[in-house]
């Protein structure tokens, strides 16, 4: 009998802040084709749904990818609870298209949670290229702020967005990004970037859209297959349907219309399958 | 049964010496309605061995064997019935898996009332033999017995064959192809081999265990399988044919929902047949939390369209406590094209069935999640293209039906992804792969055969496209073996 069933060994699991973890797993066909800006669906076993997850990194020659995930759910809890030496059960990509990468002048990445490790390739990319790159990276507070050094690496000018506790999180990343557009086209920016949340992509494409900054969003509504098969994905862009999975996940925020549609898919299955404490988004509609 | 109720009153002629042939059909054990709705389990329970023997002591041994000819594998009914009234069961799984690798599948959801039985012989006079019941019959008793019995196999042409996808086609040409000593490796992009064996057919109709021993039966048979290996994105159809494949079959099948294109359709709860019934059957969201992937219902549930799949989801939304479920077909009863069986199983379980109206929107509870759906009433016109007459909405006709849960189920189209990533393959307007004869493509060395060249057809179509191809592709790779 033929072997059938592959497991995908973890090679490395970091905890980069309180609830933020990175995993590095080894598959190497994953690696292989691997580019900025796609993501990959992991099984953690074989009752386990398929989630995916932005990449952060790859490395071809060892036949890794790494992925930073935040606890929110049941998946990823049993994620955390996994050491370097177990294996994972499915782990499927590079899926999605690539972030479109070219010269584009100066480049102003705004990125949170998850967002801040998976921009890092595209950011990369976008240097090679010969841009400049100024990063707003946005975090609720000094306790949960992670990512800064390789985020500055990637970047010629990087501005903390820390929010104080209580504050409201989704305009933390607003006060330096108006200070910028205050000054452009003075001191132009050429193309913004974001990955973060859905609230903090719709604001930031809305602060922008005045100033017809081009705007790329990297949207994640929920997936099942992530191959184009059933459309849970799915969300409007200039009128039409597009699947994230593989029309996306990058778009031009500006384009995307019906935002609070989009909010509230992503948000189905919050009761069931999201139990963080204290998890909240105004102005969905399951919460 | 309907027209497995054909009640006759005989063949025999008098001064016939013949023994009287019964026309009525050995029923099959089901569930009952107001059981088998609250479980996923299958409705029909299958023949015993007195069955299945009384069953195929009616089959008159016809010189013409319409019902092979029926057959778009081509299967040797008679014979295999033969064995069977000879209370050989053994020899009768033997001929069946000469021409067949998945019997255990093809009983169960084969149309064959329009194919083998259809040709029968008795349809004539009364019911046909249930040829059906019987090939699943076989299948089901070999596996009960677990000896397996696996063909001679060829001994090694030294050729390697790639199959991209791993449901009914692809199985049919890897198992074939096997058989004859290529070597063959199978691709899927999901995580289990069988593809709408497993995502999309509801475990009530065609339990998962049986895909899985079907597959693994062709894995026996030596094939390879990769799961979790998407064509198009980790190697590309090139890559295959210039590393180690001499041939390659694509069997990506028709993965691509389609919507209806009208306002309020992304609200929440408003699903594809193919998310909510991969949700349900490949993820067994009926098994939640067991299972991690969860399935949200509501209690009043409308399914859009009028095919299997429709049929299959309403069933599911019963089985998953649906309150009331609707089937919304756009024309009538007569121009379903869903089984006839699976339409009388749907309203045994309490399906309603709206015929003659279409959604022309969708209306929010002001939270995004699906409130109600507008209907336009609709009559029929001429015939279309596809010969049945064209519902034409009557102006005016609009109304409003309340419901929590919607599930488009219009029909699917190729998954683009292949054909997007290989230039040089020649496609339709609709997407599907345009093959010529024996499933050979535009591209040298690529054959194509399933739901990807027909855009949408049976799982036995499919099969039959899959043996054609592989007859085609061992005729290749024997010729180039010079």
């Known amino acids: ?287 | 049964m309907s027209a497995s109720d054909k009640a006759g009153t005989g063949l025999d002629e008098p001064g016939d010496k013949k023994p009287k042939i019964n026309l009525n059909r050995v029923e099959m054990p089901k569930q009952s309605p107001g059981e088998r709705k609250h479980n996923f389990e299958e409705v029909a329970t299958g023949y015993t061995v007195e069955m299945a023997m009384e069953e195929a002591r009616r089959c008159i041994q016809c010189k013409k064997r319409n019902c092979q000819q029926g057959c778009p594998v081509n299967i040797d009914i008679p014979d295999f019935i033969r064995s069977l009234q000879q209370g050989d069961v053994e020899s009768a799984s033997r001929i069946l898996k000469s021409k067949t690798s998945l019997p255990g599948i093809c009983g169960r959801v084969c149309p064959q009332e329009l194919q083998c039985e259809h040709a029968c012989s008795l349809n004539k006079k009364g019911a046909p033999i249930a040829i059906g019941r019987l090939e699943r019959f076989i299948a089901d008793w070999e596996r009960m017995e677990g000896a397996v019995s696996t063909p001679e196999i060829a001994p090694s042409t030294g050729k390697c064959v790639a199959v991209v996808g791993t449901g009914p086609s692809g199985l049919t040409v890897a198992s074939d192809l096997a058989i004859r000593g290529h070597r063959v490796t199978m691709f899927e992009a999901l995580h289990v081999a069988g593809g709408v064996l497993m995502y999309g057919i509801p475990e009530f109709r065609l339990p998962k265990e049986i895909v899985q021993r079907e597959v693994q039966y062709v894995a026996s048979l030596g094939v390879d399988i990769r799961l979790d290996t998407v064509i198009g994105i980790n190697y590309s159809l090139d890559e295959l044919l210039n590393t180690k494949y001499h041939a390659v079959y694509l069997a990506t099948g028709a993965g691509l929902p389609q919507f209806l294109r009208v306002p309020g359709e992304n609200l929440n709860m408003i699903y594809s047949a193919n998310e909510f019934l991969t949700r349900t059957n490949l993820m067994k969201a009926y098994l939640y939390p067991e299972y991690a992937t969860p399935v949200k219902m509501g209690k009043r549930v409308a399914v859009i369209g009028g095919g299997n799949v429709a049929m299959d989801s309403a069933r599911c939304a019963v089985r998953l406590g649906a309150r009331d479920v609707y089937i919304i077909y756009r024309r009538t009863r007569q121009e379903m094209p869903a089984r006839f069986e699976e339409v009388e199983n749907a309203e045994e379980e309490g399906i309603h069935f709206h015929f003659l109206c279409s959604p022309t929107g969708f209306i929010s509870d002001g939270r995004n999640n699906v409130a109600a759906m507008e209907l336009i009433r609709m009559q029929l016109g001429e015939p279309d293209a596809s010969g049945r007459r064209r519902p034409v909405p009557i102006p005016g006709s609009e109304y409003v039906l309340d419901v929590d849960t919607v599930v488009v189920s219009l029909g699917t189209s190729p998954n683009p992804l292949l054909a997007s990533t290989t230039p040089d393959l020649e496609t339709s307007r609709r997407g599907t792969v345009i093959v010529g004869e024996g499933g050979r493509t535009s591209k040298a060395r690529v054959w194509a055969g399933g739901d990807i060249v027909s855009g949408g057809a049976t799982v036995i179509s499919a099969m039959g496209e899959g043996r054609l191809a592989a007859s085609s592709m061992h005729a290749f790779l024997s010729d180039s073996k010079r």
């Open chain 1, 1 to 287: 009998m033929k072997e059938v069933v592959r497991m995908f060994p973890i090679t490395a699991h970091e905890h980069l802040a309180p609830k933020v973890h990175r995993m590095t797993v080894k598959a190497p066909v994953v690696a292989e084709k691997a580019r900025p800006g796609q993501f990959v669906i992991v099984i953690v076993d074989e009752k386990g749904e398929r989630v995916p997850f932005t990449i952060s990194g790859w490395d071809t020659a060892a036949g890794t990818v790494e992925f930073v995930y935040i606890e929110v759910g049941k998946t990823t809890r049993q994620l955390a609870a996994l050491k370097a030496g177990d294996e994972l059960a499915h782990f499927v990509g590079p899926l999605g298209i690539a972030a479109q990468v070219d010269y584009f002048g100066h480049v102003v990445a705004v990125a949170s949670g998850y967002g801040i490790s998976a921009l890092v390739p595209i950011l990369r990319a976008y240097r090679e290229m010969g841009n400049s790159i100024t990063s707003i990276l946005q975090a609720p507070d000094r306790e949960r702020l992670f990512g800064r050094e390789e985020l500055e690496a990637v970047s010629d000018r990087l501005i903390l967005a820390v929010g104080e506790r209580g504050e409201e999180m989704a305009t933390s990343a607003t006060r330096p990004l108006r200070k910028l557009l205050g000054n452009h086209p003075r001191e132009p920016l050429h193309r913004v970037v974001v990955m973060g949340s859905i609230c903090l992509m719709r604001v930031i494409s809305e602060l922008t859209r005045p100033h017809a900054i081009k705007t790329v969003v990297h949207l994640t509504p929920l997936m099942v297959d992530g191959t184009g098969m059933c459309g849970a994905c799915r969300l409007s862009i200039k009128g039409a349907n597009r699947f994230a999975c593989v029309h996306g996940p990058e778009f031009d925020g500006h384009e995307v219309d019906g935002w609070d549609v989009l909010m509230a898919r992503r948000c189905t299955y919050a009761d069931t399958s999201v139990h963080q404490q204290g998890f909240q988004c105004r102005g969905c509609s399951q919460w």
